[in-house]
């Protein structure tokens, strides 16, 4: 087999000038950046306009308690990677991606985990976020909805997050609800902004499946906050809203409602069924 050796030397030699001249071009249009400092840090919250915990600031706090705030910094000695992992090391952090530009800013972007739910119980305190996920509390507050009694994590994230959930979804009950109540029984009860009573919903359906058990709990949710709404309209408007203590929904075919009268500092109860 016949190899021309003067062709071959020739196309390697190309190559390896192709090569240089890429390179080269490269290197010149690249400005050199050892000196230059990051001189503005643009943090972006992505879903700030939700019910989240974090701020700018709050993210500007955490990476300078652990030293890499960038600003000021050359940019060659700034670690995006250890800023995007501190940030993530926060349980309300959902992701974080941070990039440098050529003029010196350093650009920062968190998607946090939004809370759906406070829970708080005689041992424990912490949020549901919108996945269902526990957050654990730390010092952060936001106007969510409470819920209190007998939970175990299990059912609060099983059973109490999803009936928030489309708790929540509902312009109306998101204002009126504020609290969630579950008794021993495992009925639920919600307390409510608006007149100074408390209504027995029944106890959530129960499934095994997830996918079944959440499209039952929806439903449930509907059909006891449509059949509410219509005794708000047609109930408590025409006798007042602070008339009764307790609305009991538990059954589908009745409401039955328990007011306390105050007579020379003695309380009776009274039920009306209706």
Known sequence: MYINWKKTVFVALDIVLAAYIVLAVTSFNRPDRSGINCTRVQITIADKDSSGFLSALEVKRLLTEKGLYPKGKKLDDINLRAIENTLKANTFIDNVQCY???????????????????????????????????????????????????????????????????????????????????????????????????????????????????????RFID?????????????????????????????????????SKHKHNEAAEQEEEL
């Not at 005689?122 to 996920?133: A, F, I, Q, R």
């Not at 007042?240 to 059954?251: L, T, V």
Request: aromatic fraction near 10%; proline fraction near 3%; include cysteine.
């Open 100 to 218: 440098k530009t050529e003029d010196g800013n350093v650009g920062i972007t968190v998607t946090q985990r939004l809370p759906l739910l406070r829970v708080k119980t005689d041992s424990e305190d912490y949020y549901l976020d919108t996945e269902c996920n526990i957050i654990e509390n730390g010092r952060y507050t936001s106007d969510l909805i409470i819920a209190t009694g007998n939970i175990s994590k299990w059912y609060a994230q099983n059973y109490v997050a999803p009936a928030s959930k489309h708790i929540m979804e509902s312009e109306l009950w998101k204002n009126q609800v504020e609290q969630i109540n579950i008794l021993p029984d495992k009925n639920m009860e919600l307390v409510t902004r608006i007149g100074q009573h408390i209504v027995c919903l029944g106890r959530l359906p129960e499934n095994n499946d997830k996918t079944r058990r959440e499209r039952a709990i929806k």
């Open 223 to 259: 059909f006891k906050l449509a059949r509410l709404d219509k005794f708000y309209q047609y109930g408590l408007n025409q006798v007042g809203w602070n008339k009764y203590d307790y609305i009991d929904m538990e059954f589908d075919n009745q409401v039955i409602c328990r007011k």
